[in-house]
């Protein structure tokens, strides 16, 4: 048995995301905290976005799209224009974030590359996506790019067929459980998570402990060994 493809997921895993969404929310929060409670607002903010997801997807529009429709809900729709004025703005820096690897991503995707295709899985917005990735300065490392509107285990089983060879020959690292490790096992590969210290509660998920294809790595730099001795 050998590792032909690696799959690597993009956010909080290659660069920070979700800490931007934490401070955005924070700011949210502040932006109406005469309407409501914190606690409130990041509930109803919570359910709006997560009844938004088939609509809009994942990705800073559709957040921004839902900050502004919870804002409305919970002033009765009378949200004052500064509140939705401060809201796009501050979605339009989010889109704007400057992007830098995380620690030790550089010279781990450099090693892998040179033994394996790494293929880039993620979630998001198609546009938003492609511009992090140019402004990482890691795309030369990439065989391939999947950009893609959720991870399934028809999405691995697809994705590891197309620019590998299949499931079985592959291994997913990310830092989602039920993104990017379950359905990756589901599928055949293997799977290492790689935990980032914030994770949207939409994407948590237990662990599948003991299971012989899953991993949990303390740093992205232990990812090239750890697939060494798959071997």
């Not at 889109?95 to 030790?104: I, M, N």
């Not at 040179?114 to 938003?128: A, F, N, Y």
């Amino acid at each position: 048995m050998s590792i032909t493809t690696v799959g690597l997921d993009a956010d909080d895993t290659l660069w920070h995301n979700e800490t931007i969404f934490r401070l955005t929310h924070d700011r949210f929060c502040d932006l109406l905290s005469d309407v409501a409670d914190k606690t409130v607002l990041e509930q109803r903010l919570a359910e709006v976005e997560k009844r938004n997801l088939r609509l809009y997807g994942y990705g800073v529009k559709g957040f921004t799209l839902s900050m502004i429709e919870t804002a409305m809900e919970l002033t009765g729709g009378e949200a004052p224009s500064r509140v939705i004025r401060e809201i796009l703005a501050v979605g339009r820096e989010m889109l704007t974030e400057p992007v830098e690897p995380l620690p030790g991503v550089d010279d781990t995707l450099a090693a892998l590359s040179k033994r394996h295709r790494l293929v880039l899985i993620t979630k998001g917005d198609l546009l938003h996506q492609e511009q992090k990735l140019a402004a990482s300065g890691l795309g030369d490392l990439f065989a391939a790019v999947e950009i893609v509107s959720e991870k399934d285990a028809s999405t691995y089983a697809r994705v590891f067929a197309r620019y590998g060879t299949g499931a079985e020959e592959a291994v997913m690292c990310g830092n989602s459980m039920r993104s990017d490790i379950l359905p990756a096992i589901e599928a055949g590969a293997y799977a290492a998570h790689v935990p980032y210290p914030l994770t949207w509660a939409h994407e948590m998920a237990d662990a599948p402990e003991g299971h012989p294809r899953f991993v949990e790595l303390a740093s992205i730099r232990d990812l090239p060994d750890w697939i060494a001795n798959l071997g």
